[in-house]
C-alpha cells in the first residue's frame, strides 16, 4: 500500500536513518517557508483559506512535503481539523485556525520566530500577546503538592497533628 503525505513527511522529516546535515536543512528549509505562510495567513487572520494540498502548495510557492508538514503543524489550531492521516495531493483541506489557540500553539511549540511575528500586533494588543503567553506557560506548569509529616498539622483543618488525625492508619 503506498505510503500517505503525512508518513512520507513524517518519515522523512524524523528519519534516523537520515544524514543529520541533510535533516538540519530539511527543518530550516521548512521553518523559513513555515513562516512566509504564517506571515500571509496572519495579514487576514479571519479569512478561511481552503483548496486541495497540492493548490495551497502552489499558492504559498511550497513542495507538498511542505505543505503537509505545515498542515500537520497547524492542525491543532483549527477549528475544524483536518484528515490529516489520510490526506493526498487533491484532499481538500483548510486553514481557517483560532486565533488565541495558534497563538499558544506556537508558544507551547517554543517557536519564538512566529509568535513573535509582527503581524500578530495587529490581531493582539501586546498585553493580550502578554497573557495568552503566561496561560499558556502556566498551563505547561507541574505543581507538586507539598509533603505532608506525622507532625505537621493536619491539612483537614482539625488543629490535630496529621498522624494523630487524617494520616491514622486505619
Same mark, same amino acid.
Given at each position: 500500500?503506498?505510503?500517505? $503525505? $503525512? %508518513?512520507?513527511? +513524517? ?5 534516523? %536513518? ?6 538540519? %536543512? ?10 512566509? @505562510?504564517?506571515?500571509?495567513l496572519l495579514k487576514n487572520p479571519d479569512e478561511v483559506v481552503t483548496g486541495t494540498v497540492? !493548490? ?14 505545515? $498542515?500537520? /503543524?497547524?492542525? =491543532? ?18 486553514? /481557517?485556525?483560532?486565533? !488565541?489557540?495558534?497563538?499558544? #500553539? ?14 500578530? #500586533?495587529? @490581531?493582539?494588543?501586546? %498585553?493580550?500577546?502578554? !497573557?495568552?503567553?503566561? !496561560? ?6 507541574? +505543581? ?6 506525622? #507532625? =505537621?498539622?493536619?491539612?483537614? /483543618? ?13
Open positions: 500500500m503506498a505510503q500517505t $503525505l $503525512l %508518513e512520507k513527511w +513524517r518519515n522523512s522529516a524524523y528519519s534516523e %536513518e537520515q544524514d543529520q546535515k541533510k535533516l538540519q %536543512e530539511l527543518w530550516n528549509d521548512y521553518f523559513e517557508k513555515e513562516k512566509g @505562510i504564517y506571515e500571509k497540492a !493548490e495551497l502548495a502552489k499558492k504559498y510557492k511550497v513542495s507538498q512535503m511542505i505543505m503537509t508538514g505545515f $498542515l500537520d /503543524g497547524i492542525n =491543532d489550531s483549527l477549528k475544524n481539523p483536518n484528515p490529516i492521516e489520510t490526506m493526498e495531493a487533491d484532499t481538500e483541506v483548510n486553514l /481557517g485556525f483560532d486565533k !488565541e489557540l495558534l497563538y499558544k #500553539n506556537m508558544v507551547a511549540a517554543g517557536a519564538d520566530w512566529l509568535y513573535k511575528l509582527p503581524q500578530w #500586533n495587529a @490581531i493582539f494588543s501586546e %498585553e493580550k500577546q502578554q !497573557e495568552l503567553y503566561k !496561560e499558556q506557560k502556566a498551563s505547561q506548569t507541574i +505543581r507538586k503538592e507539598a509533603k505532608v509529616y506525622p #507532625n =505537621d498539622p493536619c491539612p483537614c /483543618g482539625s488543629g490535630k497533628k496529621y498522624k494523630k488525625c487524617c494520616g491514622r492508619n486505619k
